[in-house]
């Protein structure tokens, strides 16, 4: 994977050729996804495709004058600071709440894309262009506010409140969620482990202290270092790293506390009533937020809880 900043002139066009093609491909899906039950909101995604489209011609012809024929493959998932998107467009039926989240999303990541790489180039006819497609990126949010009107809405979006929702859920609501499943997950095979192991409640209050602290410092480190934030749009690296480090270390703490109590029967059992808490909050987060099917969620982090979970008592009973 490489950072955006060491991307050569050439590797940008190519990488925005990309990202256009996937654009108008998602864009296209959508549209026959909707067109049955959602006309008006079908013929929206038609344009919208239709412009992608255009855009990608005119970065091909800049291309093919800057750089000649051949292109090298280069996706965003081979740049360090994109957003991993969740392919709902291959579920049906698709959500038009889910999709006009989407489709905010793709636009606002794209015109960053543009505007950042516009700063970067050094060739006058490259950052005209780029400058162009930035701008109108931009006016593809009005246009994607005409899904509402599918639903009968007369309202505004809410520009205002989707932005501030956007950026809570990118700066702490990612991170924060990411570190509180690795914490409450990840820590429970040594904490359980070594309370079974050695049936003394101080030994696994100590390593389950030490295994969250740990896992926090860790995690805080590789969220931080993990994207700038200047593609992605999530923000501050340090302050990212800090809310995925303190849910990690949260999360692990939580089903280490009870392991301060004396009475081992009684610690172990508050400490399994606190992880099937910690679960059902990462279930209820992941559904509020990260529009995942509660029950979908639910089995997720249940079965995968469970397995861990197991896993410590069986090799501390070995």
Same mark, same amino acid.
């Given at each position: 994977m490489k950072n955006f900043g060491q991307l050569t002139e050439q590797e940008i066009l190519a990488l925005a050729i990309s990202l256009e093609e996937e654009d108008e491909r998602v864009y296209a899906d959508?549209?026959?996804?909707? +067109?049955?039950? !959602?006309?008006?909101?079908?013929?929206? !995604?038609?344009?919208? $495709?239709d412009e992608e489209s255009g855009h990608r011609r005119r970065l091909l012809e800049l291309y093919r004058q800057k750089f000649g024929e051949h292109i090298p493959l280069i996706r965003r998932q081979d740049v360090k600071g994109f957003v991993q998107r969740k392919p709902i467009w291959l579920a049906r039926p698709l959500r038009l709440e889910a999709i006009r989240n989407q489709v905010s999303a793709m636009e606002e990541e794209t015109r960053r894309f543009y505007e950042k790489s516009a700063t970067t180039t050094h060739d006058a006819g490259i950052r005209q262009l780029?400058?162009?497609?930035?701008?109108?990126? $931009?006016? /593809?949010? !009005?246009?994607a506010a005409q899904l509402e009107e599918e639903r009968g809405k007369t309202e505004s979006v809410g520009d205002t409140d989707q932005?501030? +929702?956007?950026?809570?859920?990118?700066?702490?609501?990612?991170?924060?969620?990411?570190?509180? #499943?690795?914490?409450?997950?990840?820590?429970?095979?040594?904490? =359980?482990?070594?309370? !079974?192991?050695? +049936?003394?409640? /101080?030994? *696994? =209050?100590?390593?389950?202290?030490? *295994?969250?602290?740990?896992?926090?410092?860790? #995690?805080?480190f590789?969220? *931080?270092?993990?994207?700038?934030?200047?593609?992605?749009? $999530?923000?501050?690296?340090?302050? $990212?790293?800090l809310v995925c480090g303190l849910m990690t270390t949260l999360g692990g703490i939580g089903h280490t506390l009870p392991y301060l109590?004396?009475? =081992?029967?009684?610690?172990?059992?508050?400490?399994?009533a606190?992880?099937?808490?910690?679960?059902?909050?990462?279930?209820?987060?992941? /559904?509020?937020? #990260?529009?995942?099917p509660t029950l979908s969620a639910a089995v997720?982090?249940?079965?995968?809880g469970a397995i861990v979970l197991a896993t410590g008592v069986l090799i501390g009973s070995w």
């Open positions: 959508f549209s026959e996804g909707l +067109r049955q039950d !959602f006309p008006g909101t079908a013929k929206v !995604f038609d344009g919208m $495709r780029l400058d162009d497609l930035a701008q109108e990126e $931009r006016s /593809h949010a !009005f246009r932005a501030r +929702r956007k950026r809570l859920v990118l700066q702490i609501i990612q991170p924060g969620l990411a570190g509180l #499943m690795d914490g409450s997950v990840s820590t429970l095979a040594p904490v =359980f482990a070594a309370a !079974f192991a050695t +049936r003394n409640t /101080h030994d *696994a =209050f100590v390593i389950g202290l030490a *295994a969250s602290v740990g896992a926090g410092i860790s #995690m805080g590789a969220e *931080a270092l993990s994207d700038d934030g200047t593609l992605s749009g $999530r923000g501050s690296p340090v302050l $990212r790293g109590i004396p009475a =081992f029967n009684v610690a172990t059992a508050i400490a399994i606190v992880v099937v808490v910690e679960l059902s909050v990462i279930t209820w987060v992941r /559904h509020r937020y #990260m529009e995942t997720q982090v249940a079965v995968g």
